[in-house]
């Protein structure tokens, strides 16, 4: 085991003890078996896209993108790659904007946002990579949400990580990180959004960075531009997009946050209040603490859900079978089963999601509340007669999976049309 595993495992057995403990380390072990091959771009497929990208370049109207980089003691060779992942991008519209004042990692960034004089802006950290058609993907999905009539307000990208034995050495690429698309409940459990980061320059320029939230400085940023967004009648839905490749190669070595979240307790400790303010802001009487993960975050309301959440329609939960493993609870819209077969214990990866409450396509029928004032409109609905069975029962034949995850499906997405979120909390389990 790396030796920065063997740290974080024996933090996590301080905090957790030794069951929950042997479980991490079983997940961990089977996550590192999984197969992963980046697989970049050929220079065939670099230059398609810069051939396609050219005419909108220089009639002006591809957008601008300024990729702003806080520097801080940057080793040599990590800045040189850095650099040269910026100026080898397939698009061409780009301003790199490299600054190192003092003050702490908030300001040193505001100061690049200040300078920058592209139409969106990037972060970009300083011992990190961009793939190659990083910048191509951004431009592509905003230039693609224009002619629908939508301004992003921001785009987002999958990432993984990556050693080097020595500078300049093969990369050894790990950790996909495939995220979904806006999930704000998600956002509240951790920053799920993280790299690669592009936003609409004129609001990043008016919200900035908050020095007092340094080492969460981006989780504080997505939950106010959430915010933010709203108040100007948006939805982050529709204008935060994600472009789901990996695009941002963060660089794992000895002082990254990427190699020892323990490293940066202060960082969680960041993130934690950034969770705590934005609910404040937004009138909601709730306390957030440390999930068993470092960095991962739990909401507990103090008054009842749906009274704190009017946004929240119905709630539901796992269900787990006499082996301990979950079969059903957290579904996609069209009824697909997420983390099937998941052992009890395991938290869902590297990432954790299986343990997170969480936005969902859908919930169970058999594991669901919902908010009362809906329940009595959709008594209304003629489907009603085929979902009663399983909300209102506490039967044990659970009969046909398919037949009851499609029946979820449909009561969720009549849920979803009415304007509301469905949340799932794991921390809910009905056993079967």
């Not at 970049?40 to 591809?62: F, I, K």
């Not at 609905?381 to 909300?391: A, G, I, N, Q």
Request: charged share 30%.
């Amino acid at each position: 085991m790396h030796s920065a595993n063997i740290i974080k495992t024996i933090d996590y057995a301080r905090r957790n003890g030794l069951t929950a403990t042997i479980a991490a380390v079983r997940e961990r072990l089977s996550d590192e078996k999984q197969p992963y091959v980046y697989e970049a771009p050929s220079p065939e497929e670099l230059d398609r896209q810069r051939t396609e990208m050219h005419p909108a370049v220089s009639a002006g109207e591809a957008p601008r993108i300024s990729v702003v980089v806080p520097c801080y003691r940057t080793p040599p060779d990590y800045l040189r790659q850095m650099r040269a992942s910026v100026e080898e991008q397939s698009f061409e519209n780009v301003e790199l904007i490299l600054t190192e004042e003092p003050g702490g990692i908030s300001e040193n960034t505001n100061a690049g946002i200040a300078r920058a004089s592209g139409e969106y802006i990037g972060l970009l950290d300083h011992d990190d990579l961009l793939a190659p058609d990083a910048l191509y993907h951004v431009a592509r999905a905003i230039q693609d949400a224009g002619e629908k009539g939508i301004r992003p307000v921001l785009v987002y990208t999958d990432e993984d990580k990556f050693t080097e034995e020595a500078p300049g050495s093969g990369r050894h690429f790990f950790a996909p990180n495939r995220k979904p698309d806006y999930n704000y409940d998600y956002l509240l459990s951790n920053n799920y959004i993280c790299h690669f980061a592009v936003i609409e320059a004129e609001t990043l320029k008016r919200l900035k960075l908050r020095k007092a939230y340094d080492g969460a400085q981006d989780h504080d940023l997505f939950l106010r531009l959430t915010a933010d967004t709203e108040k100007r009648g948006l939805k982050p839905e529709e204008v935060f997009l994600h472009v789901p490749r990996v695009l941002y190669h963060w660089r794992s070595h000895a002082e990254s946050t990427a190699e020892s979240g323990a490293n940066k307790s202060w960082a969680h400790d960041a993130g934690k209040r950034a969770v705590m303010a934005h609910l404040r802001d937004r009138g909601i009487n709730a306390a957030v603490e440390e999930m068993p993960h470092r960095g991962f975050l739990r909401v507990h309301y103090f008054d009842d859900l749906f009274s704190a959440r009017p946004d929240i329609g119905a709630v539901g939960g796992k269900l787990i079978d006499r082996r301990g493993r979950m079969i059903g609870g957290l579904y996609t819209e069209d009824g697909g089963i997420l983390f099937d077969g998941l052992p009890a214990g395991f938290s869902g990866g590297f990432t954790h999601r299986a343990a997170c409450a969480q936005d969902a396509g859908a919930v169970d029928l058999a594991q669901m509340t919902i908010r009362p004032e809906l329940l009595r409109e959709l008594s209304q609905d003629p489907r009603m007669e085929e979902w009663k069975p399983w909300l209102f029962s506490a039967r044990t034949d659970f009969g046909d999976r398919r037949d009851r995850v499609s029946k979820s499906a449909a009561l969720c997405r009549e849920i979803r049309r009415r304007g509301y979120r469905i949340l799932w909390d794991p921390l809910w389990i009905r056993r079967i």
